[in-house]
């Protein structure tokens, strides 16, 4: 293995995904400089051990990471190339193509730019939210170009590395692409299902179970920042919304149609189980337990406890809340063979078990 090292690291933009970028360097030994717009920002990602804010000499820092909203990527790495003359500089900017574009048309010297995106986030925002393991088993893209130097490469997937993610490398435009399709586009589809729901009457949205906010549930993250996201990434999003657009002129045709509807579900269904499942691996059809649990102080730590003394593992889960009583129902998923273990243990141990699937 190389021996790369690349302390001292400066990290510009310290919100949730800088911040955590920042904690996992210094959790692995890398002096970090943090820099924000905000120097408040810095000062707390500071306090959360994501690094220092002390102004670093430019000339010994050997990483940049830049981590603005998108609308301002171009212009910070560019600044970045020109401050910090013997460092690498990466992004973790979740659209690759027209941030290079851009700084192609500037002119800027691109041999020590390499593009990166760890997949990897949340609804929250901030550095107080910032966690070094936000990147752990996560996948990493990494966005080499035709000019970026061969040291710069390495250099990005050892951040990666020190971060936890999964390296993964492709194009830019082979990225942006991919990001339309799994991740920007349900984004929108999550966006339009929840901005029909501000034109219900409130008896119809009592009637909203589980289904419904897992689709809506991605709608809550930060427009602001999403609206630059859908900007930069348009040509890629705009071909998929096209399919989508023929999908649901298919499906409004198909409506009288049993077997059309009947094909179209299927198809939906198959597209659910070709996502990885756990650890990357084909995915695997649990079977659900579902336990009433009171809404009260520790009651699911009790319940968890419970299913440890069973021996059954759990796959996922989730809890769907009761509208009328403080009560909520987990839905345990577990391997189809320990249902009978898992439930025979929760009934000793005083849990009321439910027939119940979650509300659609």
């Known amino acids: 293995m190389i021996d790369i090292d690349l302390s001292p690291a400066l990290v510009i933009g310290v919100g949730l995904v ?3 970028v920042g904690c996992a360097l210094t959790r692995a030994g890398l002096t970090v400089h943090l820099s ?6 810095a000062r707390v990602a500071a306090s959360r051990g994501a690094g220092t804010t002390t102004r670093p000499d430019p000339q010994t820092i050997r990483l940049v990471v830049v981590a603005v909203p998108p609308a301002a990527l171009a212009e910070v790495i560019g600044m970045a190339l020109a ?3 013997n460092a690498t500089v990466t992004d973790v900017g979740s659209v690759k193509g027209t941030v290079l574009a851009a700084l192609r048309h500037s002119g800027a010297d691109l041999a020590r730019y390499v593009g990166s995106h760890p997949m990897a986030g949340s609804q929250r925002v901030g550095p107080l939210t910032a966690n070094a393991d936000l990147f752990v088993d996560r996948t990493w893209v990494i966005t080499p170009h035709d000019t970026s130097a061969a040291h710069a490469v390495l250099d990005v997937q050892e951040l990666a590395r020190l971060c936890g993610g999964r390296r993964v490398t492709m194009g830019a ?9 799994v991740s920007h586009v349900p984004h929108l589809v999550s966006v339009l299902m929840a901005g029909r729901l501000t034109e219900l009457p409130p008896e119809h949205l009592r009637l909203a179970g589980q289904g419904v906010r897992d689709v809506t549930r991605i709608a809550g993250s930060d427009p602001q920042l ?4 859908l900007l930069a990434n348009a040509a890629a999003v705009r071909v998929e919304l096209e399919e989508l657009q023929a999908d649901l002129a298919r499906l409004t045709e198909a409506l009288d149609d049993p077997a059309r509807v009947a094909e179209l579900l299927e198809r939906g269904r198959e597209g659910t189980r070709s996502l990885p499942g756990k650890h990357g691996l084909a995915p695997v059809d649990y079977a659900n337990v579902v336990v009433e649990i009171p809404d009260a102080p520790g009651a699911l730590a009790r319940l968890f406890a419970d299913i440890q003394t069973a021996g059954v593992n759990i796959e996922d889960l989730s809890i769907d809340h009761d509208l009328e009583r403080e009560i909520g129902f987990l839905s345990v998923q577990v391997a189809p063979d320990r249902v009978p273990a898992l439930q025979a243990a929760m009934s000793a141990a005083g849990w009321t078990l439910r027939d119940r699937e979650p509300q659609l």
């Open 173 to 181: 435009a082979h990225h942006d692409e991919a990001v339309a399709q």
């Open 36 to 41: 924000d717009v905000k120097s408040s920002h």
């Open 226 to 229: 999403w609206r630059q996201i």
């Open 83 to 85: 401050t910090y003359p």
């Open 18 to 20: 800088g911040a955590s």
